[in-house]
């Protein structure tokens, strides 16, 4: 607790745990996948890998509290994010949609759906195809910092851009 | 509703073996009016009943009527007469100078047949006369409930008011680390004994309601990868995706006639709103087209109307309470107080309606009549939600995370009798379900 406590006040921190997570996940699903070799390290990840997705291109935005508003912070990730899935066009995507603890159940599921949506409408207003991203809300039902404070809630309400495998 | 209903309930009864047989009614001088301001806990006397699994249902009568608020059960030390036939009269005055108001006296004994015979009278000690005196039989799996039962009439007998101790709850069950919890639908009594699990945990589930004939919840799950609303029938388990909608459905309850679904259905543009979705016909209505977050419906007691809330009234989260008319009509905003609202529920009186509400960096839970006057504040906290209503509308059971994960908790109308309901692991979601009977 006291570790996890410790990492969750470092948003870099935090965010590359999240990373090597995901890319965990992704490397397992795609081991034949020519481009993914695996963890060597974020600076090293192949381009055009998920982990050189998630690394190097940054994988979630965040928003402020009670809104689905694209942040212009995030408006420059999503921005790579676009540039970078037009042209790997392998993927599918699934952007969840999530929210911190400090609303209740069903507005924010309902919250969650919205950041997705503003997520999705942002990146096809990019040139990304409408018909590779799928949404997903979560509301706050799987928050990354588990902290009863500011510092984990802002981290909380996020859309992470999720790439479902290759979609070929 | 309730004619309706009547003839089902009586084979329901019959079907858990709990019958009635005796009733021998008289006129009551005990009263406790439970709508004055301030009560005071009625001091009642309950000695052991006799026979073996006599003192076993005796504590569970006590228990209910503790934690109703509504009792000060006496401590039995202080008895002077000890009960040896609980048919007889007692010594009124021996019951007197301990200032019991009420006694209640019973046995349980069991029949040749194996079903359990449990009877009780009910005595008014400064009216020197019975009360009340029943008696039941019930299956050897039914204890709990004929103590429940009998709770519920002396309930009914003094305050004039259905009891809700016969009652069961579904919530969720939730354990594991915070940022990967499990989460499995549980139903349990509504004291928190004999749980029983409803799914595996292996999705996750949210917001299950009761249906008004007990036999069935709706809920949302992740089983199929996108949440949506199911049915599950309790007993059987078996389970059916409510409506084929494209998107995300979620926040579910039954009509008050259980022939609807009113729940939230995600629009393409991240935007939800109201659908009711009947059962039998599988035609939906759609109850409101807003560019906005229309959620948590539930209906009046008589169907004829729906709250939900929305923050249709701009300023970003601005969740607000609204009412309109069962086909859509007429939506009007109710609450106009200094917060966001969310999870309004209609009582099943009719008279008021219990949200959740975020003000001053606080979770309360509060209830105001229809039209969003009286609001008042019932219990606060860092983080707390979800009221549902016991189905006499006079108690609120809600969660609180208190750091570490939720609990139940549930909460009178006069917002001091505040009581936590056991569970073994952390618990979200309660929602109440209608009188057994």
Redesign the interface.
């Known amino acids: 607790m006291g570790r996890i406590a410790a990492l969750t006040r470092n948003p870099a921190m935090i965010a590359l745990v999240a990373a090597l997570a995901i890319t965990g996940c992704a490397s397992k699903k795609n081991l034949n996948s020519p481009g993914d070799l695996g963890l060597n390290g974020a600076g090293a990840a192949t381009p055009g890998s998920a982990q050189d997705f998630t690394v190097n291109i940054g994988d979630r935005i965040f928003f402020d509290t009670d809104s689905a508003s694209i942040r212009a912070d995030a408006q420059t990730t999503l921005a790579r994010q676009a540039q970078w899935l037009n042209q790997y066009r392998q993927y599918a995507i699934v952007i969840e949609g999530h929210a911190d603890e400090r609303g209740t159940r069903e507005y924010n599921l309902a919250l969650g759906a919205r950041r997705a949506a503003a997520t999705r409408d942002f990146l096809v207003s990019k040139g990304v195809s409408g018909s590779r991203l799928k949404t997903i809300s979560y509301g706050k039902e799987r928050p990354v910092a588990v902290c009863d404070d500011i510092s984990c809630w802002s981290q909380n309400r996020r859309a992470v851009t999720t790439l479902s495998g290759a979609g070929s | 509703m309730k004619s309706i209903l009547k003839p089902l309930l009586m084979v329901a009864a019959m079907a858990v073996g709990i019958i009635s047989v005796a009733t021998l009614p008289a006129r009551a001088t005990l009263e406790l009016n439970v709508n004055k301001g301030n009560v005071e806990p009625m001091p009642i006397a309950i000695p052991d009943f006799q026979g073996g699994l006599g003192p076993q249902i005796s504590e569970i009568v006590t228990a209910d009527l503790k934690r109703s608020g509504l009792f000060a059960p006496i401590d039995k030390a202080a008895f002077v007469e000890k009960i040896t036939n609980p048919d007889a009269a007692p010594r009124y005055e021996d019951w007197k100078v301990i200032n019991a108001q009420a006694l209640v006296t019973g046995s349980v004994s069991k029949e040749a047949d194996g079903r359990i015979r449990a009877q009780y009278r009910l005595w008014d000690i400064f009216g020197n006369q019975q009360l009340a005196g029943e008696q039941f039989f019930a299956n050897d799996a039914n204890q709990r409930r004929v103590a429940h039962i009998i709770a519920d009439a002396i309930y009914e007998k003094i305050t004039g008011e259905k009891g809700y101790f016969d009652t069961r709850v579904v919530f969720v069950d939730e354990s594991g680390?915070?940022?990967a919890?499990k989460?499995r639908l549980a139903i349990m009594d509504q004291d928190g004994a004999n749980v029983r699990y409803l799914s595996d945990g292996r999705a996750?589930v949210?917001?299950p309601r009761f249906s008004p004939n007990r036999q069935e919840i709706t809920y949302?799950s992740y089983e199929s990868?996108?949440?949506k609303v199911y049915l599950l029938q309790i007993e059987t388990g078996q389970r059916e995706l409510v409506g084929n909608f494209p998107?995300?459905t979620?926040?579910p309850r039954f009509s008050p006639d259980g022939q609807k679904v009113i729940m939230?259905l995600?629009r393409?543009?991240?935007?939800?709103n109201i659908f009711a979705m009947d059962l039998r016909s599988r035609s939906t209505t759609r109850l409101t087209d807003s560019t906005a977050?229309d959620?948590?419906p539930s209906y009046s007691p008589d169907g004829s109307q729906v709250v939900f809330?929305s923050d249709r009234g701009g300023g970003?989260?601005r969740?607000q309470i609204y009412v309109m008319g069962a086909d859509g009509s007429n939506p009007h905003r109710i609450s106009f107080g200094d917060g966001?609202y969310?999870?309004p529920v209609w009582s099943p009186r009719g008279d008021l309606i219990a949200f959740?509400k975020?003000s001053g960096g606080e979770f309360q839970i509060g209830v105001m009549k229809t039209d969003g006057s009286g609001e008042r504040i019932l219990s606060s906290g860092?983080?707390q939600?979800?009221p549902t209503w016991a189905p006499n509308g006079r108690v609120l059971m809600f969660f609180r995370?208190s750091?570490g994960g939720p609990k139940l908790v549930s909460v009178d109308l006069t917002g001091r009798n505040e009581q936590p309901i056991p569970t073994a692991n952390y618990a979200?979601?309660p929602a109440w379900s209608p009188l057994l009977e």
């Not at chain 2, 393409?268 to 939800?272: A, L, R, T, W």
């Open positions: 680390p915070k940022n919890r989460k996750i949210l917001t949302m990868g996108q949440p998107g995300m979620f926040a939230s995600l393409d543009d991240g935007n939800s977050i959620t948590s809330t970003s989260g969740s966001v969310s999870t959740t975020q860092f983080q939600e979800g995370d750091g979200s979601d």
